[in-house]
């Protein structure tokens, strides 16, 4: 969110602007994202905002792609890519009940900022076995988030061996940041 050109126009010509040195905070809520923002107080004359107007920088993903790997009982810092996307199969290994397959994820151009950890929710991991049948992960962490890239791990609830599956990655093949212009009509004040 860009705090710089956010005014709110009061009927009575009064422009409110929001209190300089604050954060922004947002609360992902579907799709839809919450956030609170503190702006200087009109005075008892204002009895309507006409005008709320702003900037707001969105990310959007672009076409997703899938990559994959096989021979997961032995391949270490195996890369793969498509478009920006660039995933790397670290490793598999047993971690008691299920297996752990590590993942580091990187997109050209782009370091792994907020941005880049929102783009990792839209993510999806299997595992198909030799005769096409899926297997979907029991779960998914992230393992680190630095400059260059964001580590991700996947659980997989399989009894025998990872001998004859394949590692299916699927994520958007890059991401574009846009700035959108935007304005609102008219609302009463207390």
């Known amino acids: 969110y860009e705090l710089e050109g956010l005014e709110l126009k009061c009927a009575n010509g ?3 602007r929001p209190k300089k040195d ?3 905070d947002f609360t992902p809520s579907g799709s839809q994202l919450i956030s609170i923002l503190n702006f200087d107080r009109p005075s008892r004359s204002a009895k309507e905002i006409v005008e709320w107007r702003g900037r707001l920088m969105c990310v959007v993903p672009g076409k997703p792609v899938a990559l994959s790997f096989k021979d997961l009982d032995t391949i270490r810092n195996e890369p793969s890519s498509n478009g920006d996307l660039e995933v790397t199969l670290e490793r598999s290994r047993k ?3 299920v297996y752990e397959i590590r993942v580091g994820v990187s997109l050209r151009g782009q370091q792994a900022s907020d941005s ?3 783009w990792t929710s839209m993510v999806d991991a299997y595992l198909e076995d030799e005769q096409g049948n899926r297997v979907q992960h029991a779960g998914w962490s992230t393992t680190r988030s630095t400059d260059q890239d964001v580590g991700l791990a996947f659980l997989f609830e399989v ?4 001998a004859g599956y394949r590692f299916v990655f699927i994520a958007p093949q890059s991401i574009m940041q846009q700035s959108v212009e935007y ?3 008219v609302f009463a004040l207390p």
Request: aromatic content about 6%.
């Open 14 to 16: 009064e422009i409110l």
């Open 22 to 24: 604050q954060g922004t």
């Open 95 to 97: 971690n008691r009940d």
């Open 116 to 118: 880049m950890q929102g």
């Open 159 to 162: 009894d025998e061996s990872l």
């Open 183 to 185: 304005s609102f009509g």
